[in-house]
Nanobody
C-alpha cells in the first residue's frame, strides 16, 4: 500500500500548483484523507481534509480561500489545488489516509495516520 504525492515545484508568489496523491495497493474511496505540510525548520502541520465522498472539507485558516482539496475515487487520487501561493506556503507536502470514512479523532496528528505518503516539495519565491 502506497501513497505518493506529486506536482510540487518552484513557483513565484501569486502562482498556482496542483498537487496529486496517487494511491496504489488498495482503494481509498471509502477513506477520509488529508494533506499536511512541513515548512523548513518547523513541525509538520495539517492543511486540509476531505471525507470519503468529498462531501465534507475543511482547511487550516492560513489557506482558506486559496487552497481546494478534492478527490477522484474512481482514479483513487487525492488533489490539492493551491492558488495565490505565498512564500509561507513553502514546505514539503504530504498526503495521508485514515481507516475511517469521516474525520478521525487523530486528524491533526500526521503520525497517527495508518497510511502516509512520501512528500513533494513546494517552493514559493517572493
Amino acid at each position: 500500500v502506497q501513497l505518493q504525492a506529486s506536482g510540487g515545484g518552484l513557483v513565484q508568489a501569486g502562482g498556482s500548483l496542483r498537487l496529486s496523491c496517487a494511491a496504489s495497493g488498495r482503494t481509498f474511496s471509502s477513506n477520509y484523507m488529508a494533506w499536511f505540510r512541513q515548512p523548513p525548520g518547523k513541525n509538520r502541520e495539517f492543511v486540509a481534509e476531505i471525507a470519503w465522498g468529498g462531501q465534507n472539507t475543511d482547511y487550516t485558516d492560513s489557506v482558506k480561500g486559496r487552497f481546494s482539496i478534492s478527490r477522484d475515487n474512481a482514479e483513487n487520487t487525492l488533489y490539492l489545488q493551491m492558488n495565490n501561493l505565498k512564500p509561507d506556503d513553502t514546505a514539503v507536502y504530504y498526503c495521508a489516509a485514515a481507516t475511517t470514512s469521516f474525520r478521525p479523532y487523530y486528524y491533526l496528528r500526521y503520525d497517527h495516520y495508518p497510511y502516509r505518503g512520501k512528500g513533494t516539495q513546494v517552493t514559493v519565491s517572493s
